[in-house]
């Protein structure tokens, strides 16, 4: 009988360890999150007290992606959905439409520095760069802003507020964690600034006009081969503009999309002899980062690299 008794205590005890365990997971802050930069900022901030769900897989294009009914009934459930906003992802519209819970919606660019109608900045004066700014229009406007840290550490902090407003008993975690991110950020932009102050040229070609922001912080000029989207196909005459652009101005390299590739950028270095360098927009990772758990540091710190080499040393 005691053995029995001994037995029966023991599955008691082991029933409410696991019923706990159970309980504590699921009471676990639910996020969400639209493509990679915006799932990798939040998991800084959040690290191991939330669960994070990011919905467009690596490789996909976050303009294009539908969400599955998987994703729809996921979010249904779900605390808080982080996206970058600025047009990025379309599908956020329809999520609003349907997911009928007390979902909190993060527009993580809210308060950023914004460039609009970039692709002719670098033709306008600071008075009509102003100008411009100040009567831009959503889909006139450059969504990465994460490639900017100041704008990331932006995003960062409005990821903060809401996963604090979502999760008041872990707000003080959440703060740590952006106070950590903030150090990081300041001395990521100081390393970018005196890498990138004395450079043999400061005009870069692109393949994906996605870099505007990492001009802009660091005295840049971007020459994009492709338009906004990674997927666009350049006309002839913006090639036959590129190719002229290279020879008027010696350039000796382009950077080409790292994840995406790009067959016209290709083209044109072997063509005109000149070098290749990769550059991430951070929208997603290839295999290799992924494996790697690259961070934003990490595929921003490569990004240095390749403007560093590109730019300064070669010849």
């Known amino acids: 009988m005691k053995i029995y008794k001994a037995f029966i205590a023991v599955i008691a005890a082991a029933f409410i360890v696991t019923g706990c365990s159970e309980t504590e997971t699921s009471e676990k802050l639910k996020v969400c999150t639209s493509f990679n930069a915006m799932y990798d900022l939040t998991r800084q901030i959040c690290g191991d007290r939330a669960e994070i769900k990011n919905l467009v897989p690596n490789g996909s294009e976050p303009h294009d992606w539908e969400p599955s ?49 970039y692709e002719d900045d670098h033709h306008h004066d600071e008075e009509e760069d102003e100008h411009e700014e100040e009567e831009g229009h959503i889909e006139d406007a450059d969504p990465h802003v994460w490639l900017d840290p100041y704008n990331a550490l932006t995003e960062a902090e409005n990821i ?19 106070a950590s991110f903030k150090t990081k950020i300041i001395q990521l932009d100081l390393d970018c600034k005196n890498a990138l102050a004395d450079l043999k040229s400061r005009n870069i ?24 989207s990674a997927e666009s196909e350049p006309s002839p005459r913006k090639v036959r503009e590129i190719y002229d652009f290279i020879r008027e101005n010696n350039i000796s390299c382009i950077f080409y999309e790292e994840l995406t590739g790009s067959r016209t950028a290709s083209a044109i270095s072997e063509d005109l002899g000149i070098s290749l360098y990769p550059i991430s927009s951070f929208e997603g990772l290839t295999a290799e980062q992924e494996k790697q758990n690259y961070d934003y540091f990490d595929v921003m710190r490569a990004n240095l690299d390749s403007l560093e080499k590109g730019l300064k040393y070669d010849d």
């Open 205 to 228: 070609i692109v393949s994906h006009e996605a870099y505007g922001y990492i001009c802009r912080a660091y005295g840049l000029n971007q020459s994009a081969v492709e338009g906004m």
């Open 160 to 178: 903060c507020e809401a996963l604090s407003e979502a999760d008041p008993e872990n707000e003080e975690y959440y703060r740590n964690n952006l």
């Open 69 to 117: 009914t998987g994703a729809m009934l996921y979010l249904e459930k779900a605390d808080v959905l982080v996206y970058n906003g600025l047009g990025m992802e379309s599908f956020v519209d329809k999520i609003k439409a349907s997911v009928k819970n007390d979902l909190i919606y993060v527009e993580a660019s809210e308060g950023c520095d914004i460039l609009y109608g």
